[in-house]
């Protein structure tokens, strides 16, 4: 079946542009996850959801970052006013639901580039 | 103390070694744990999950340690192809409530031939 897929692949923007970026999960995971990693480093926790609420936005970096899940399916990542350290890959994973074993799944990622 | 710890190498091994990697998690009340693969440029997948018990799965071995807060990947007989970085995966119980996935900075393993 299909994977997790996002888009766009890559993304270059100018700085204080806004960006949005998807994420279709595998369907029928009612777990979504939103990850940034940074060239050379580790995977950096932004946001959960469970169906269509979001009980852990923790680690969302300041306010210039939201999410959002519709349907239960698709989520969108949408950065205000880009800054350069804002670039990274953002990696979307899902999972079939919320319990002691939780694989999840990853998609191909979003590489963004703010110039 | 960081929740979950890991070597972040490089690891320089040749073709055929042995090698292992350790990641430390602070949670003792962690009850899940993984190990994730992430080549060059591409996405994690899972590679293992590790039980109790500790579990094989061909030249990979996963091991924990509860008492010493730990867990293990042992690969044997190294292949170029195991060149990579190695992530773990520590998630608490919760009781089927939600649980926070916590991802290590993982270990570079380069294979050299």
């Known amino acids: ?115 | 103390r960081k929740e979950v710890e890991q070597d972040p190498g490089p690891f320089n091994v040749p073709e055929g070694a042995t090698v292992a990697f350790n990641c430390t998690y602070s949670n003792s009340a962690s009850q899940s744990f993984f190990w994730y693969r992430q080549d060059c440029r591409k996405e994690p997948k899972l590679l293992m999950s590790v039980y109790s018990s500790g579990n094989e799965d061909g030249r990979f071995t996963a091991q924990l340690n509860r008492a010493s807060q730990y867990i293990s990947l042992l690969i044997r007989d190294s292949k170029l192809s195991d060149s990579a970085t190695y992530l773990c995966v520590v998630i608490p119980d919760s009781s089927g409530g939600y649980q926070k996935v916590t991802f290590g900075t993982g270990t570079k393993l380069q294979v050299i031939p």
Do not use: M
């Open chain 1, 1 to 115: 079946g299909a994977g997790v897929s996002q888009s766009p692949s890559n993304k270059v923007t100018e700085k204080g542009k806004d960006v949005e970026l998807r994420c279709d999960p595998i369907s029928g995971h009612t777990a979504l996850y939103w990850y940034r990693q940074s060239l050379g480093q580790g995977l950096e926790f932004l946001i959960y959801f469970q169906g269509n609420s979001a009980p852990d936005k923790s680690g969302l970096p300041s306010d210039r970052f939201s999410a959002e899940r519709t349907g239960g399916s698709v989520s969108t990542l949408t950065i205000q006013r880009t800054q350069q350290e804002d670039s990274a890959v953002y990696l979307c994973a899902s999972s079939l639901t919320v319990g002691s074993y939780n694989e999840q799944f990853f998609g191909p990622g979003t590489r963004l580039t703010v110039l």
